[in-house]
C-alpha cells in the first residue's frame, strides 16, 4: 500500500500528487496511457476537494492506493464539504459552447477513464472517494 | 508552467509548456484574454508542443479564450497546434474537440489565418 498524506493541501500540490502516481506505477510496473489516466483522474478529484470541498483553503488529505492485479485502487479522504459525484448531473456536451455549465467536466472525465467510482461519507472518516480502473 | 507569447505573422502565438492544472490554468487564461480585451490580439494559437499534462481546468481556459476570440468584433479563432497524443485524448474526453481547430505544427496554425490585406 502507497500513502500520500497532506496537512494542508491546496491546488498547488497537484503535481506533487502526479508524482505520487508515477512513484505507485513504477513500483508496479503500470506504464503508458494508464499513469495519464490515473493522474487525471486524481488530478481531477483533488481539484474539487480543493476547489469545492475545501473552498480554496487549504485542507488535509490523504490518498492510498493499492494495487491487487488487475486492479489499482485509490482511496481519497477530505474532511472538507461533503460532495458525492453521483449527485453531479452529466455534462449535456450537445449544448453550445456559452451554455455548458461549468462544474460536472471533471467527474466526467473520472468516470471515462476508470472502471468503477464510488463515494462514502461518514463524520469520523470524512468523505472518502474510491477510484479503482483494472490496469 | 511557463508561457511565451510571441506575434508572428497574423497570429498571436502562446507557447505554452509544463503543466495545467487547477493550480495555474487561471494564469494561461489571463495570459490569453489581458489582449483580446485590449483589442490588441484576435487571432491566437496555442502551441501545446511543450505541454506535458493537462485537466479540465485546462480546457475551460481554453474555451474562455476562444468565446472571447469569437465575440470579438471583427471575430477572431483560437487554434491549438502540436498536441500531443495523451493531451489530445483529454479534448476527446470531455468532448471539446469539435470546438478547436487543431493543426500539427505551429506554421500551418499561424498560415490557417487570412494574410492582412
Redesign the interface.
Known amino acids: 500500500m502507497h500513502r500520500f498524506v497532506l496537512e494542508q493541501g491546496?491546488?498547488?500540490d497537484?503535481?506533487a500528487i502526479?508524482h505520487f502516481v508515477e512513484e505507485v506505477c513504477a513500483a508496479h510496473a503500470i506504464e503508458g496511457?494508464t499513469i495519464?489516466h490515473l493522474?487525471?483522474a486524481l488530478?481531477?478529484a483533488c481539484?474539487n476537494i480543493?476547489?469545492h470541498g475545501y473552498a480554496g483553503q487549504s485542507g488535509r488529505i490523504e490518498i492510498e492506493a493499492t494495487y491487487t492485479s488487475p486492479l489499482l485502487t485509490l482511496h481519497i479522504r477530505d474532511w472538507g464539504q461533503t460532495f458525492d459525484p453521483d449527485d453531479v448531473p452529466p455534462p449535456d456536451?450537445t449544448l453550445p459552447?456559452?451554455m455548458r455549465p461549468?462544474g460536472g467536466?471533471?467527474i466526467?472525465?473520472i468516470r471515462?477513464?476508470m472502471d468503477r467510482v464510488d463515494y462514502r461519507f461518514d463524520s469520523e472518516h470524512g468523505n472518502c472517494l474510491t477510484l479503482e480502473k483494472a490496469v | 508552467m511557463s508561457i511565451v507569447h510571441e506575434q508572428v505573422g497574423q497570429a498571436d502565438v502562446f507557447r505554452v509548456s509544463g503543466?495545467i492544472?487547477?493550480?495555474n490554468a487561471g494564469d494561461l487564461e489571463n495570459a490569453m484574454i489581458a489582449p483580446i480585451q485590449e483589442g490588441r490580439v484576435t487571432n491566437l494559437v496555442v502551441n501545446l508542443k511543450d505541454v506535458t499534462?493537462l485537466?479540465?481546468?485546462a480546457?475551460?481556459a481554453l474555451?474562455a479564450a476562444?468565446?472571447r476570440t469569437q465575440n470579438n468584433k471583427p471575430a477572431g479563432a483560437l487554434v491549438l497546434s502540436d498536441v500531443r497524443p495523451?493531451v489530445y485524448?483529454?479534448f476527446v474526453?470531455?468532448?471539446f474537440t469539435s470546438?478547436f481547430s487543431f493543426f500539427t505544427d505551429e506554421a500551418s496554425a499561424v498560415a490557417s489565418f487570412p494574410a492582412a490585406e
Do not use: M
Open positions: 491546496t491546488v498547488q497537484l503535481e502526479a496511457r495519464y493522474q487525471l488530478d481531477e481539484s480543493f476547489l456536451l459552447l456559452e461549468i467536466l471533471g466526467h472525465i471515462q477513464v | 503543466r492544472d487547477s493550480s499534462f485537466s479540465s481546468a480546457l475551460r474555451v476562444l468565446v495523451e485524448e483529454v474526453l470531455g468532448a470546438l
